[in-house]
């Protein structure tokens, strides 16, 4: 924590950031907080904030930078909010140049609780390596699971949806101004629970771009597991196109550009 | 009296340029095949996108057939590479739902290949009616 503090007064200091957005202890309860070079006293406040307490700080970032487009921010990461901002620069929501990075790696229970493939980010700050989580046996038991069983499981899970849209407003990746959720020809309007198409758009959409922070599911009153869904459509992406999500090195998103010679057959009957 | 067979719903998603004109071909050649195939013309497979093909399920239908032109031969040079990620993966995501599988088929077709648009569209209708009514349209709506 105090590495954690003393490069975030060293930022502040040197003016090298208009700002660090982290979170802060207040009345007892970790929030989100930016961080300003007007109020260096907070520094001393600034926590590394705890498992179950967790914000999509990639998002607030999105409209700090929108407001300040000029403006360089530091802020705290995970290894999961680093792929986020990694595939919102592809995207072109972020400017890579105007962010810092203050890195947390996680603890081995959060990683194990969210089989994390890649629990710290590249710059560490805080915290130590564990070990990741390579493969998702949530995802596993789904598939081993064959049709109908499947069906019953997912539509058991879907029926439960209260269309709150909890999923999407908290994802760091839900950046579009207009949404194919609200879209009254492709979704019915008005009854709850939604049509049952209503999470595979939002997975369709996820694939490629879903970073696993897993807020959407910490966020569901009705319990979905929809992180099960964007694995696996992620690790589709991954078999299909060899495509990353979150890397650097494996190019932009499958979905973005239209490519070279397509070599991939379509299936058979 | 024999029960009456299954009379499945099919939505066809054909491009313009190759399919759709195969899909003429195979008519003006007087090639028979089921008429349980409900057309839908668009510009190109690449313009289909996968919600199309979510809310044709979602509706009612039990198969959704998407036709394009060959890899190479699209008139819009790449659209069908589009069309190709996209139908594939959407299979494998349905599949993993358990929602349907093999309810989803695409089929690059010609303008010159009217007895092939005959028959995939003969094959298809076989398999969706060998396989019922779909899931979706069966389960039961939650109150």
Known sequence: MDRLREKVRNLLKDGKVAGYLGYIMKDGHPLPHLFTPARPEEVG?????PGDARYPLDKLLQQLAKGYP??????????????????????????????????VACPQDQADYCECPGPWPSV???????????????VDRIDALAGEAA?????????????????????????????????????????VPPDSIF???????????????????????????LRVLYKKGNALVKEMFDYDTGSLTTGLSPWKFLGDESTMETKPM | MAEKEYEPKIIGFFCNWCTYAGADLAGVSRLQYPP????????????VSPH???????????????????????????GNYMTIKRMTFLQDLLKFTGFEDGRLHLEWISAAEGPKFAQVVREFTEKIKKLGPSRLKLAPKAA
């Open chain 1, 45 to 49: 406040q600034a926590i590394v904030a």
């Open chain 1, 70 to 103: 000029d403006a360089t921010f530091a802020v705290q990461v995970r290894g999961c909010d680093e792929r986020g901002l990694n595939e919102l620069y592809k995207w072109g929501q972020l400017d890579p140049e105007k962010v810092v990075l203050v890195g």
């Open chain 1, 124 to 138: 560490i700050d805080s915290g130590n390596k564990c070990k990741p989580v390579l493969r998702s046996q949530r």
């Open chain 1, 151 to 191: 069906f019953q499981e997912w539509m058991s899970a879907f029926n439960k949806c209260v269309k709150c849209y909890g999923c999407r407003d908290i994802c760091p990746m839900c950046f579009c101004k207009e949404c194919a959720l609200e879209h009254p020809d492709l979704m019915s309007t008005g009854k």
């Open chain 1, 199 to 225: 999470q595979l758009v939002r997975a369709l959409h996820m694939a490629g771009r879903c970073i696993d922070c897993g807020l959407c599911e910490e966020n569901c009153p009705a319990d979905i597991p």
């Open chain 2, 36 to 47: 349980n195939i409900r057309v839908i013309r668009v510009m190109c497979s690449g313009t």
């Open chain 2, 52 to 78: 199309h093909v979510l809310r044709a399920f979602q509706k009612g239908a039990d198969g959704v057939l998407i036709g394009g032109c060959h890899i190479g031969d699209c008139h819009y040079l790449k």
